[in-house]
């Protein structure tokens, strides 16, 4: 029998992307859904014209692309489907590959309940330079999980994933930030997910966007990230700490 397979993608003040991207997916997935997070530049606009071949999911604030995200899994077992593929709207990723990447999830040889994209697992010709502290904070969180739960990841923060839709309703994801994956991490290592990686190309359209506040301060934003992991490992009753040495 055939999965039944929903593309998400996570939407904040994406406008100048939004509809190229939109273009671009629906040439490789029949149900898409676009959670608009509360946009304020004419992303909903843009989001009409397509009205007749996309779901739309509108959250009446901006809650955060953790809170965007929670919202496209309810809406994944909620309407039965097997496998949720999400992908960023920043033209970060590659529509092309979401037939190969939902097709992970139940790959006869090795199933898993994630498939995560890793913009590290190997070298594309045309990758571009990622900004270095993003680079850098990516590699130390990367190493910290690696560190303390045992998981064998290459890319903590890649938004490129899919997943097996009846492992969401495990998950008790709370963060609605950029640290959401954080959880997810932690979350997926303590009910003992499979998970399996793929090789995708880094691409930055970007450099500049917005953390938010405080977090685009790239010290602020890593303390941050330490101190999401220190309590979800509190909250589901696990020993282990992440230090501020942890992974370097």
């Known amino acids: 029998m055939t999965d039944r397979i929903l593309t998400a993608l996570p939407v904040f003040n994406e406008a100048t992307h939004v509809k190229s991207v939109l273009q671009q997916v629906l040439n490789y997935a029949d149900d898409v859904l676009v959670v608009n997070d509360g946009s304020t530049d004419g992303t909903a606009a843009a989001l009409a ?3 007749d071949r996309v779901l739309i999911e509108s959250h009446p604030e901006n809650r955060g692309y953790g809170a965007a995200l929670q919202t496209a899994f309810k809406y994944a ?3 039965g489907y097997d496998v949720l ?4 709207c920043d033209g970060q990723h590659q529509p092309g590959l979401i037939g190969e990447v939902a097709s992970l999830v139940n790959d006869p040889g090795q199933p898993a309940d994630m498939v995560y994209g890793s ?3 190997r070298t594309f010709d045309d990758n571009s330079i990622a900004p270095e502290d993003r680079r850098r904070i990516n ?3 990367t190493r910290c999980l690696k560190e303390k739960l045992g998981v064998e990841i290459t890319d903590a923060f890649c938004g490129f994933k899919a997943y ?9 994801i709370t963060d609605p930030g950029y640290a959401m994956p954080l959880q997810l991490w932690i979350q997926a290592a303590d009910l003992d997910w499979q998970i399996s990686e793929f090789a995708v190309p880094l691409v930055y359209l970007d450099e500049e966007r917005s953390f938010g506040g405080s977090l ?5 934003r890593l303390a941050h990230y330490r101190d999401v992991l220190n309590k979800e490992l509190s ?3 696990m020993k282990q700490r992440f230090t501020a040495d942890c992974g370097q």
Do not use: H, N
């Open 77 to 79: 077992v909620r309407y």
């Open 49 to 51: 014209e397509f009205e």
């Open 235 to 237: 909250r589901r009753g």
């Open 85 to 88: 593929v999400t992908i960023d």
């Open 164 to 172: 097996r839709v009846s492992a969401l309703a495990d998950l008790d």
């Open 119 to 121: 913009r590290y697992l």
């Open 139 to 141: 590699m130390q969180i």
């Open 216 to 220: 685009d301060d790239a010290e602020v």
